[in-house]
């Protein structure tokens, strides 16, 4: 028992190389003791951008798994200090990503549910939108693509759109009525299976 007390306590005085070196020799002793060293900066870390101390834990806890799984062919080039604040200073950035999108997915939907147009124009002007919405547009029929087009896209007046195209006013209305109502039913789907 004194041996192995004797080794935990030598444990905390090695450098960080050394005590990779261990773990690549699969030593429990070495990953307790880098856990300790460093889970309360990445901690610190983690919690300041995110601030929450359960996401934080997680984090950290992902980040500590992986190295212990990945204990015999880790490759760190620089440091492990480095390392790990790197590891830490991605999986916050990935975090905060998936949040920002799920966040405006949600927002996308909460929209599209919208009986109103205009609510539904609002969507469809979003650069984040602007390669899905073009997809659904090349699907519409001939004459409501044109109408759609020449309207959101040119500007142009409902009686300029009829001059041009040789139609009516209201049968430019109607070309754009079922142009918004068939991309707002497309862009629903769309969205609903972005988030499954």
Known sequence: MFAVF?????????TDNELLTLLKSDSNSAFVEIYNRYWASL???AYRRIKSRELAEEIIQDIFTNL???RLTIDIRYSLHSYL?????NAVLNHLEKEEVRERWKAYLKALSNDSDDSLEAIITSNDLSALVEREVEKLPLKCREVYQLSRKEHLPNKEIAARL????????S??????????????????SLLV
Do not use: C, F, G, P
């Not at 040789?166 to 209305?173: G, L, N």
């Not at 079922?178 to 991309?183: E, G, N």
């Open 43 to 45: 901690y610190t870390a």
């Open 85 to 89: 604040h790197t590891a830490i200073r």
């Open 68 to 70: 212990w799984i990945n």
């Open 175 to 192: 070309h754009l009525t079922k142009a918004l109502k068939t991309l707002k039913l497309q862009l629903k789907d769309s969205l609903l």
């Open 6 to 14: 004797h080794r935990m306590i030598a444990v905390t005085n090695y």
């Open 166 to 173: 040789q139609i009516s006013e209201k049968t430019v209305e």
